[in-house]
């Protein structure tokens, strides 16, 4: 009998609601998800909210640097809230640090209304 593999991956702690960025908690988490064999960890970008989320591209660039095996991928980028040449830029350093062929990417494009409402918080709160 053949034994098959499912590729399995896990989400990556991004998300702090009740205090500061514990970087020791996701070093851990991504060193011990390497260790029982997940395929791949995963991210996803907010724009606004209520609670500290880490930026996902820099994050798994993090995780690139000390992991080996894992395939790095966000879940969606928002690309209308993204100038595109930056955000190319940004994965294509992510495969670069990663050795390549463990970046994984998966996109929105957010609706407008929402775009709107960023500029408006952004703007309302730059004054």
Same mark, same amino acid.
């Given at each position: 009998m053949t034994s098959t593999h499912t590729p399995c991956g896990i989400e990556l702690p991004q998300v702090f609601f009740d205090g500061p960025v514990d970087?020791?908690? %996701?070093?851990?988490?991504? %060193?011990k998800a390497e260790t029982l064999g997940y395929d791949s960890l995963w991210l996803q970008e907010r724009a606004i909210g209520d609670f500290i989320m880490l930026e996902p591209v820099t994050l798994l660039s993090y995780i690139a640097a000390i992991t080996t095996k894992l395939r790095l991928g966000t879940s969606v980028i928002l690309l209308t809230l993204r100038n595109p040449i930056q955000l190319a830029k940004a994965y294509a350093t992510l495969d670069c640090m990663s050795g390549g062929a463990r970046c994984l990417v998966s996109v929105s494009a957010a609706a407008i209304s929402d775009r709107t409402k960023m500029s408006s918080a952004t703007h309302a709160r730059d004054g």
């Amino acid at each position: 009998m053949t034994s098959t593999h499912t590729p399995c991956g896990i989400e990556l702690p991004q998300v702090f609601f009740d205090g500061p960025v514990d970087m020791e908690h %996701i070093r851990k988490f991504a %060193i011990k998800a390497e260790t029982l064999g997940y395929d791949s960890l995963w991210l996803q970008e907010r724009a606004i909210g209520d609670f500290i989320m880490l930026e996902p591209v820099t994050l798994l660039s993090y995780i690139a640097a000390i992991t080996t095996k894992l395939r790095l991928g966000t879940s969606v980028i928002l690309l209308t809230l993204r100038n595109p040449i930056q955000l190319a830029k940004a994965y294509a350093t992510l495969d670069c640090m990663s050795g390549g062929a463990r970046c994984l990417v998966s996109v929105s494009a957010a609706a407008i209304s929402d775009r709107t409402k960023m500029s408006s918080a952004t703007h309302a709160r730059d004054g």
